[in-house]
C-alpha cells in the first residue's frame, strides 16, 4: 500500500530542523508495522539530511562548513538576482539532496540512536517550504 501526503512547512530560520515527528506524525496515526519512508523536499535552495541528534555542535559545524564551501555575497556568482544568500543555498541544496528514505521497524522511523532527519533551511528568508511524505507498506 502507497501513501502520501504533502505537507507545507512553516517558515523557519536558517539552519538546522529536526522533523522526525513531523514526520511520523504526517498521516495522523502510527506508521505501518513495517516499510519504507521517502521524503521530498520541493525546493532548490532547501534540503534534507539525517545527522546526529544529540550534540547540538554538529549543526553549529556543518553550518560553519558550508559557509566556507559556500559563502554568501562572494564576487564570483552570476545568480544574483534573488538576493546574496541564494546561490550558495542552491549549492548547499545540490550537496544534501532533496529525498530521504527510511525504513519503518515496528511502527517507528529506523534510524540509528543518535540520527534524526533535519530540514536543512539554506535562506535567510525562505518562507514556507514543501515536503512530499510517501509510505510504502
Known amino acids: ?66 559557509n566556507k564551501l559556500a559563502p554568501e555575497g562572494a564576487p564570483f556568482y552570476e545568480h544574483t538576482m534573488e538576493g546574496t544568500d541564494d546561490m550558495p543555498a542552491h549549492f548547499k541544496s545540490s550537496v544534501f539532496g532533496q529525498s530521504l528514505t527510511v525504513p519503518i521497524t515496528n511502527g517507528n522511523l529506523n534510524l540509528g540512536t543518535w540520527q534524526s532527519v533535519y530540514f536543512c533551511e539554506f535562506r535567510n528568508y525562505g518562507g514556507s517550504r514543501k515536503i512530499v511524505v510517501t509510505i510504502y507498506s
Open 1 to 66: 500500500m502507497i501513501e502520501q501526503k504533502e505537507i507545507t512547512l512553516n517558515p523557519m530560520s536558517k539552519g538546522f530542523h529536526n522533523i522526525d515527528r513531523i514526520i511520523s506524525g504526517a498521516f495522523g496515526k502510527k506508521l505501518p508495522k513495517a516499510g519504507l519512508i521517502n521524503i521530498f523536499v520541493k525546493h532548490t535552495s532547501a534540503a534534507l539530511m539525517i545527522n546526529e541528534n544529540a550534540d547540538p555542535d554538529v549543526q553549529v559545524d556543518m553550518k560553519t562548513l558550508l
